[in-house]
């Protein structure tokens, strides 16, 4: 993996092409986001493959009204909930939204969670070949256990870091396997230069110590509960929830589902979100630690938002961390 890039320092913050900012799900990230936009004469551009869905609001801790009327966000609620959204449509749109973002003199923020999408927008899409529908049908009736042991065959090294309870991304591992004969692990993105990379501007990675982001965690999934996740559930499945197998990954909502056909009660429903949310969190970080390059920040357990945003604003005026010319 490579280090993190030379600093340079820009002649004035208004001279910043963008800013990225990753972490964890529940670590703050929408907070400082807004504020730094304010600070910064930003607009913020989603990186969240679920936020992205007219409808998955309280689930995904949406922006709300109030917040949007704050600060322009961007790659929110662009999709129905019956359209399909890869990645290459988030490069798509947001590189659009990025240079309309510039085209008014403001700031791009890039803030999100969605690793595959940070690494999509920086390093390209590489050559991996599109969804083949009838190989997609037959991996799809397949047994999770069957295409897991074909993983571990074909290919370890994504068997090894892969979520090996997300279908979805297992089916498309050996739909690639099988579909180019190489292993998925192989598979490398290949550069592009009109691609925000060749420029990226600060990027920062937002951390919390293990028992401060539970407590977060926790108390976000009992906020959910408390606003209305069951009713914005039982009313998203009957506009095609369970038809999505992206959206019916969204956690929150799975297992929502899964307690409105009676397989448990709310209270155990409601333990099992905060589990499945913790263990999200830690592979976010896994991933997002090991594949990307990015200034981690701290963030301490009494530490406003404020006292963030001016972490983040002295790193900018000292010398803010550039993603190197080539990643890998």
Known sequence: MASLGELHPPSSILD???????????????????????????EIISVDSMQVYRGLDIGTAKPSPAERARVPHHLVDVVELAEPF??????????????????????????????????AFLEGLGEAPPANAELRAELEATPLTDLLRELEQR???TFGRIDRRNPRRVIRAIEVIRLTGKPFSQQRASWNSELETRNPGLSFGLTRTPDDLRRRIDARVDRMFARGLVDETRRLLEHG??????????????????????????????????????????????????????????????????????RLLDAVKAGFPRVPDVVR
């Open 16 to 42: 910043l092409r963008s800013v990225l900012l990753a972490g964890p799900t529940a670590v703050g990230k929408s907070e400082v986001a807004l504020l730094l936009a304010e600070q910064l004469g930003g």
């Open 86 to 119: 890869d990645a290459a449509k988030f490069v798509r749109l947001a590189n659009e939204a990025v240079g309309q973002i510039r085209s008014r003199g403001k700031v791009p923020i890039l803030c999100g969670g969605t690793g595959l999408y940070f690494r």
């Open 155 to 157: 290919d370890p090294a």
């Open 241 to 310: 929830l369970a038809q999505n197998p992206t959206a019916m990954q969204a956690i929150g909502y799975r297992q929502v589902v899964e307690h409105l056909r009676g397989e448990r009660p709310l209270p155990a429903t409601i333990e099992l979100v905060k589990t499945r949310t913790r263990q999200f969190a830690k592979r976010q970080m896994t991933w997002l630690r090991g594949q990307m390059t990015f200034a981690w920040i701290t963030i301490a357990t009494d530490e406003s938002t404020s006292v963030t945003v001016e």
